[in-house]
């Protein structure tokens, strides 16, 4: 039962504010810091991931770019192994100082090789979607082969 009646007030008479409202105003705010942290936390943390995922594949890059050079060195091509060479170190290179920067200055770092070495920059996506492309053609299909039946098939004879 309610001994101060239906429409009772908990409003502070010498302050004008209830007095709770400055404790909920001050633990709304230390929520929302608390919230915004831990979203810039898993931010970080998912760009660190991505970050070192897309260096180890720079990295296996470079490793396809060194193996492409031997292999053009043994087909007795010198320009196209000396451009593949080029090609793996810039890669090697860029994948080190991926591993150690954060995620503007990766940007600002991928904008200024394009912007000084424009044909590397293209020629190396050329490249990097040629073996892609050349890799992805070259790997066995990952389809299950259909089990064999104790029936016998019959070939299929439409003409």
């Known amino acids: 039962m309610n001994d101060q009646g239906p429409h009772h007030d908990a409003t502070d008479h010498h302050t004008g504010h209830h007095p709770d409202h400055e404790t909920l105003k001050q633990k709304g705010q230390q929520s929302a810091d608390d919230i915004k942290e831990a979203a810039r936390e898993q ?14 594949h720079t990295h296996t890059l470079g490793t396809v770019l060194k193996n492409a ?52 920059f293209i020629g190396g996506a050329i490249a990097a979607g040629f073996l892609v492309t050349r890799f992805l053609r070259s790997s066995p299909d990952k389809a299950p082969a259909p089990a064999a039946s104790s029936e016998t098939s019959v070939p299929d004879q439409t003409l």
Do not use: I, N, V
């Not at 970080?44 to 180890?56: I, L, N, P, Y």
């Open 43 to 56: 931010a970080e943390s998912t760009f660190e991931r991505q970050r070192d995922t897309a260096a180890q």
């Open 69 to 120: 050079a031997d292999e053009f060195d043994r087909q007795q091509q010198p320009f196209c192994s000396e451009q593949a060479r080029k090609l793996a170190d810039h890669t090697e290179r860029f994948s080190q100082r991926m591993r150690d920067k954060d995620l503007h200055s990766l940007c600002r770092a991928a904008e200024d090789y394009g912007r000084r070495e424009p044909a590397m």
